[in-house]
């Protein structure tokens, strides 16, 4: 047996998990778990990335103390698209901006006026969403900092780059910036000289299952673990980590990754560029071994997380029983719809988009539970439904995976709008797609049908029919899309 530990950094919390892997065995235990708290600073919105950090040394002394001290590697993985920019000196240059901020507002239309938006898609395959790392440079463009930096480092690349020392840009989240191509899987060196942006500032390129150097001096002193330990280059895009994760026997399913976002797609082997595909806003992000993560984002329990924290966090497990019981598709919203990407007043927003779209407009917190729900699956259906017809892909299983698995009720909702059957689990999908891709690279484990087989045959997983026919989910669909 070996120990893995897996840094996790979700929007709404990071964790540090253990993944025990030996032959033919897999076992995963959370050694910390820390909330992950942005902070709003007259500028905008930031990460507090010295917490985390700070998360991610308590989570690795306890990691360690679970293991006698030691680890036979690390891996990390967080959300996409951010980054800290590092000066000449190699120092952090400020808070990393979070992609909730709204600094990208109005300037996708600037940067269309350069490339325009199919040529954008053609080149890079990915959705169009404020927050591409793109359109973050191209709005931070006469700032001080980036005339300054030196070197710009994805959110788990920085932390990785903090633990050994050795800067890298990880592939999988490189995708996520739109300055990848994704058919030659490097950089898209036209897209990028015709917006001006110097590629120099990234380091180079670095793959799943590439050493990333071994945890400094310092770092074990701080965190009392036995060295050398060396850090692995996992899928460090939460999501690509995730999809590793999904238990699925053959091609022929859908995923949907829910926690704060719901990412629902298919993966495939080569990217869909067409003109429709971009209609569709549908993106093609880079997973392991050369597949494709074809998917759209859909704002997930955000909507969620956000009206709990207004109505002053109450029991969810109360609230989502009473939901229950209220009839199913009262009011639905969209929930793929930009506009609810900023925090605040979410109760207000998802009541305000029922009355503006005629219907009922839900006035407590179970009937907006409800509502949200509803909404989600009926996001989750349209994404599956379209993401089949647009890549030619037919599924007959839907897997759901990450901490909404927890949400029975949910679950049971996206299997009766997909009108297919859901696997849900693993809740740690991310933690553990970032174990697998360790363990293999010590040779623990084969390719990533031997993983899914593994995952299968040693995690909890649910199965949910679809109940009754569609038809109450198509006529749904078809309030929000006749508005
Ligand atoms: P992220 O990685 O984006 O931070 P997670 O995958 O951890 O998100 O999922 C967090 C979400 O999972 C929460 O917003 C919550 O809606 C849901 N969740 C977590 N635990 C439970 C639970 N016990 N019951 C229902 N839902 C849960
Ligand atoms: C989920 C996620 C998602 C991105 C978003 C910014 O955590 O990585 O895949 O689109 O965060």
Redesign the pocket.
């Known amino acids: 047996m070996k120990a893995f530990a897996a840094v996790d950094l979700?929007?709404?919390?990071g964790r540090v998990m253990v993944g025990r892997v030996g032959a033919g065995s897999l076992e995963l235990t959370e050694a910390h778990r820390f909330p992950n708290r942005p902070v709003r600073v007259p500028e905008g919105l930031r990460w507090d990335v010295l917490a985390l950090y700070g998360g991610v040394l308590d989570g690795l002394r306890a990691a360690g103390a679970r293991c006698g001290g030691r680890l036979d590697s690390v891996g990390i993985d967080s959300w996409a698209v951010d980054y800290g920019l590092l000066d000449a000196d190699g120092t952090l240059l400020g808070n990393p901006v979070h992609y909730r901020d709204a600094r990208t507002e109005g300037v996708a239309e600037k940067v269309w006026a350069t490339l325009p938006a199919a040529e954008l898609y053609a080149a890079t395959g990915l959705q169009y969403a404020p927050f591409n790392t793109l359109y973050q440079l191209a709005a931070a463009r006469e700032s001080t900092q980036l005339a300054y930096a030196k070197r710009l480092l994805l959110i788990p690349d920085l932390l990785t780059y903090w633990l050994t020392g050795e800067p890298g840009t990880e592939l999988t989240n490189a995708s996520t910036t739109q300055l990848i191509d994704p058919r030659t899987r490097d950089w898209a060196y036209g897209v990028a000289a015709r917006l001006d942006i110097d590629l120099e500032l990234f380091a180079p390129l670095r793959q799943p299952g590439d050493p990333a150097g071994l945890l400094r001096e310092r770092v074990l002193e701080e965190t009392g673990l036995t060295g050398p330990v060396p850090v692995t280059t996992v899928g460090s895009h939460?999501t690509a980590s995730a999809v590793a994760a999904v238990p699925a026997a053959g091609e022929r399913f859908a995923y949907i990754c829910t926690?704060?976002?719901s990412l629902a797609g298919l993966e495939l082997d080569a990217p869909v560029l067409t003109e429709a595909s971009r209609a569709a806003n549908f993106t093609n992000e880079l997973g392991l071994d050369g597949t494709v993560r074809y998917l759209r984002n859909i704002m997930g329990?955000w909507l969620?997380?956000e009206c709990l924290r207004e109505w002053g966090e109450p029991d969810?497990?109360e609230l989502?029983r009473a939901a229950g019981e209220l009839p199913a598709l009262r009011s639905v919203v969209d929930a793929g719809d930009a506009a609810f990407l900023a925090p605040g007043r979410m109760p207000e927003r998802i009541a305000e988009a029922c009355r503006e779209s005629g219907q009922p407009v839900p006035d407590t917190p179970a009937g907006i539970t409800r509502c949200i729900l509803d909404s989600l699956a009926l996001a989750h259906r349209r994404a599956v439904t379209e993401a089949q017809e647009l890549a030619d892909h037919p599924v007959d299983v839907v897997h759901v995976v990450?901490?909404?698995t927890?949400?029975a009720l949910l679950c049971q909702l996206t299997a009766d709008a997909c009108g297919l059957p859901v696997v849900a689990g693993p809740a740690e999908a991310a933690a553990l797609g970032n174990v697998l891709v360790q363990a293999r690279a010590q040779g623990l484990v084969g390719d990533r049908v031997a993983m899914r087989r593994l995952l299968t045959r040693t995690q909890p997983l649910e199965r949910y029919e679809p109940r009754g026919d569609t038809a109450a989910w198509r006529a749904a669909q078809a309030r929000l899309t006749t508005r």
């Open positions: 979700g929007a709404s919390s939460d926690g704060t976002w329990l969620l997380q969810l497990g989502l990450g901490g909404g927890r949400n």
